[in-house]
């Protein structure tokens, strides 16, 4: 569906109010515009897209620091966002300026080298808004603009130099449930996106900006209509609000022109009141950039009934089987399985599936399909209450995980020995109103040593090289290097780390204003290598540590407040 021209000027004047009401500090003369060739073969010395590569990684190439001196590291600037609340974002850079995004819309342009404030971008949000999680992912970069997307389902173009807003698309409707919190995915000339509100009776989808104009190309649902392949695994007319929201970026193959993308919970959560395998939800789909046509999928569990989003999208990562090297999708799933997918052109095949936390509810996965069985007694259903692990968090949720080509490994910010228990209830659908028909315990494994955990695997072998612990929750995104080094915050205890990426051993650690979740990204300015991450605590980590510490009795207190902080070596 397109929303009208008036719509969507109307739109743009309201942002550009904001703009014009936002302090602007400066002016960036020389920008570098941002190619599809950049994106798909960036420079060492930037990060220009979520996660550095259009397949994922999250890693750089960069070795400056490493293993035998991030003990060296130091602060060289840090920036307040003025902002409280979960900061996600990664810090992106292009030769020198870092854009960065906070909760409620906000967009920083910094000089990445000295940390001054080059302009700040403010969105108008409505005062009606209805969204659950107030955070934002980070931008995308394409040709002389930065692109946005906003907790009122609007995607904002802004010209990289100044701020300014170049357009403004409206692409649902918020009072509906719709709202937007990922960074978005720039490809071939389109802006990509994809909506939160799972737990609010959506409709998911993926929908196709032209970077140019902010005119709607295509929009791929992510639960299929009435005559559309998979419609009948729905009842009735439940595909309406579905669910299957998409609120993690995607991922690129430029060699074959598909893009991938991880979609979360049914609505509402409990799986009796809509019988069925409810596809797409819980999955991931292949969904060509042209032509906006879906061409493959891979649903990780069938009538999801526990909260478990599959939104982290797979890794485009080599596996080596059988004496042949895979196009693989590697995902370590919230429902604490690891998998391995190929990826074909116009379809998805499973490969292979193990657990890599503590799981009670998969009795078997078939060999050839992946599609899991299930223990009766560990699926929620209306009416009573069901215990399960691990919990409604998962293994792993949103925080991604990191290869790097160095080591072969994979890296997996996990939580384990975290259980929990849903109590299924009669729910009627409101539009923007909670459609989860359910309420939820948290609880810790009798005798669980700790629950955080950096884990290392070789997805070839199937093998766990190392792990890493940590006493409470691990929220903390990876950043691997060409140092054999990797970045990753996540705990309670405000620490920002670096562990040698072979052994898992803590080389660093620096204790920052508040908890980070923040993703980390490195670049280069002038030779000289940086390390930046965001602190500031807050959505799904301060839920979850607030139910921990109630289990222990302890504080879950972490101060708030939004800091970027920028490390190197002394010069």
Known sequence: MRYSMLTRALAAAVAALAVALSPTSAQIGTYSAVTQERLESPEPRNWLSYRGTLDGWGYSPLSQIDTENVSELRPVWTLSTGVTGGHEAPPIVNDGVMFVTTPRNLVLAVDAASGDLLWRYAHALPEDLVAFHNTNRGVALYGDRVYTATLDAQVVALDARTGNVEWTTAVQDNRRGYYITLAPLAAEGRIMVGVSGGELGIRGFVVALDAETGEEVWRTY????????GNDSWPGDSWETGGAAVWLTGHYDAETGVSYWGTGNPGPWIGDVRPGDNLYTNSVIAIDVGTGDLVGYHQYHWNGSWDWDEVSTPLLMPVRRDGRTIRALVHPGRNGYLWVLEREQTRISFV?????????????????????????DHKPGTGFTTPFCPSLWGGKDWPPAAFSPDTGLLYIPANDNLCGAIEG?????????AFTGASTQLTLRDGAPHIGEIQAWNVDTGEEVWTHTFEGANWGPVLATGGDLLFAGGTS?????????????VLWQQRTNSGIIGVPSTYSVDGVQYV?????????????????????GTSGYVPQGGVIWVFALPQ
């Open 222 to 229: 992510t639960v299929p209509a009435p005559g559309e392949f």
């Open 352 to 376: 292979d599936a193990w657990p890599y936390v503590y799981q009670d509810v998969f009795t078997s996965i078939d060999p050839e399909t992946g599609r899991p069985t299930y223990d009766p």
């Open 425 to 433: 209830r009669e729910v009627v659908y409101t539009p923007g109103s």
């Open 493 to 505: 205890d405000r620490y920002f780390r670096a562990l040698d990426a072979r052994t898992g051993e």
């Open 532 to 552: 930046a991450v965001q602190s500031g605590w807050g959505v799904d980590a301060a839920s979850m540590t607030g139910r921990i510490s109630q289990q222990r």
